[in-house]
Structures are given as C-alpha cells and as structure tokens.
C-alpha cells in the first residue's frame, strides 16, 4: 500500500466521519418527514462536494451567486423558479407528484409568471387583454377519465404577448395575456388568447448568465399555460405546445410532453370566426384542447 493511498484513506475517513455527523445531528429531530428529507439532502449535497471536489473558490462562488438570486427575486420576478426550472427540478418534482393516471392530461412547469387574480372572463371571451398577437380561438372540454363532463371547472390560462414578454414583465402595472373562466354546463368551455410564440425565459440576472456559461439557449417553445381546478380532482397545472414549432426539442425548462403538442391552425384572413368576431383584416388561428383531470386521491 502506498503513502498515497493511505492518505486517500485517511481523507476519506474525515470526509465520512463528517457526513456521518452531520446526518446523527437530525437524530433527534421529531418529525420523520423532515428528518427524511433533511438528511436525504446532506447525503447528497456531501455526495456532490466531494464527487466534484468543490474547491472554495467555487464554494464562494454558489453563495454569491444564490444571494444574487435571493436579490433579483420580488414579488413581480422570480427567480429560484427559473433556477429550478432550468436544472430540470420544478420538471421532475412534477414527474414524482402527477404520475400518469389512465387518460388525465400529463401536468407540466408552473413557471414564473401566474399571477392570482387575473381577470375574469366569459365562455368565448377575450383572455388576451389587447396583448399583441395573433388572436387565437381555444375550445374543449373538461372531463374525468370516466368521460363524464366536468362543469364549473375553473380554467386559468395565462401567456406572453407576440413579443415574447408577459404583462409583469412590462412597467406600466399592465394587465394582459391572463384570464380565468369557469367550464359551462356541459364541461365545455371556450376563448379568444393569442397564438402562442417562443420566448427566452428572462436572462439579465444571474440564471441567465449560469445559461450563457455553459452554452445553453434561453429559448421556450411556444405554449399557452393552463391551471384547471375542479372539487375532487387533482388540480392540473400545465401548457398546450404548437406543433411544428422548432423549439419542441430544446425546450430550456424541459417542459414539452408529446401529449401536450396540438395543432394551432392558421386560418386565412376573412375567415368566419366561430363566435362571430370580427378580427379585421388578420388571419387568425384556434386549436382544440381536451383536458382529462386525475381524481385528487390518486
Ligand atoms: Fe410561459
């Protein structure tokens, strides 16, 4: 045995001894919960430390740069979201707590931009606010997977404008892009919005910088994002993609799920609109959207 490798033994007993300790420190916390998740995550973050052998400059580094996080995040940013977002967690905490159940629509990322209070629209209102965009009509219906309609489903859909940004994002305390509506009588519900475009997730502060480090996009597909409420039902948070879109693949939260790809169908200027609206001289697009809800106890 070589003094090398004796002193590797040797530091690997210190760096054992110190998880060890640390993870006997939750011994006598009270709540088995936390007392599982608490030393799930020594274990891991110690297993990362010393994988990577984190040296302290770059130790310094991650404080400065969580604390930038902690700094840009206010009640109109958030930023921890989209560090969660783009490491791929908020995606996979979703895959742990949604799994497939029979037909129910596949959730996906909240992100960082739902807003409580949007405003309240009719079956066949306009959710877009006079957000710029391509007006697009979204129609389905709202059912269990027994196929039984589901009225009264409250549906919150939320989305940014043709420029790629959300009415939070602007200065002006705008309201736009964000609605909510109930399904009608007979689970079916129905909307103007706006055809959905690709965005880049904000990238000015930190989360952005991390993404131009190590050679990602900031690029999201194009999506609409739904929330769909209803009693005794699993609430569902999710978006519908546009397919054809280029960014399906490259999707910087990993948030495209297959089922969740719908044709928005572009519709020549002139054409009638399904409620009789008059878009002007514009063409306009709809897209079809069945949502299935799990039940809350599965
Ligand atoms: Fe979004």
């Known amino acids: 045995m070589t003094e090398q490798t004796m ?33 799930s995550l020594v274990h891991h973050l110690h297993g990362f430390i010393r994988d990577v052998r984190l040296t302290e400059q770059e130790w310094n580094t991650a404080i400065g740069f969580l604390t930038e996080v902690g700094h840009i995040t206010d009640d109109r940013r958030q930023e921890f979201i989209l560090l969660s977002d783009v490491l791929g967690a ?17 959730a996906t990322v909240f992100g960082p931009f739902f807003v409580d209070d949007a405003p309240r629209i009719e079956n066949g209102g306009d959710g877009s606010g006079g957000a710029a965009g391509q007006p697009c009509w979204v129609e389905g219906t709202v059912r269990d997977t027994a196929g039984t309609p589901i009225p009264g489903a409250r549906l919150e859909i939320w989305e940014a404008d043709e ?12 309201v736009g892009g964000r609605a909510h509506l109930y399904s009608d009588d007979d689970g079916n519900y129905r909307f103007w919005a706006l055809t959905p475009t690709p965005y880049p997730i904000p990238h000015d502060g930190p989360v952005g910088r991390m993404l131009t480090a ?3 996009s900031p690029m ?7 929330m769909v409420t209803a009693p005794g039902m699993r609430t569902l948070v999710t978006h519908i993609f546009v397919s054809g879109d280029e960014l399906l693949g490259s999707d910087t939260v990993f948030g495209v799920k297959e089922s969740l790809i719908k044709d ?5 200027s002139g054409t009638p609109t399904p409620d009789g609206r008059d878009v002007g001289d514009t063409t306009w697009a709809r897209a079809d959207f069945d949502i299935v809800l799990a039940p809350a106890d599965v």
């Open 7 to 39: 002193t590797g033994q040797a530091q690997d007993a210190v760096e054992e001894r110190l998880v060890e300790n640390v993870l006997r420190s939750f011994d006598d916390c009270t709540d088995p919960r936390l007392k599982q998740v608490m030393t």
């Open 90 to 106: 908020s995606m996979q905490t979703i895959n742990v707590n949604n799994p497939a159940y029979e037909d129910a629509t596949e």
């Open 163 to 174: 420029d790629g940004f959300y009415d939070v994002q602007y200065d002006d305390a705008r």
């Open 214 to 216: 190590t050679g990602r």
């Open 220 to 226: 999201r597909a194009s999506h609409l994002h739904f």
């Open 264 to 268: 928005f169908v572009e519709q020549p």
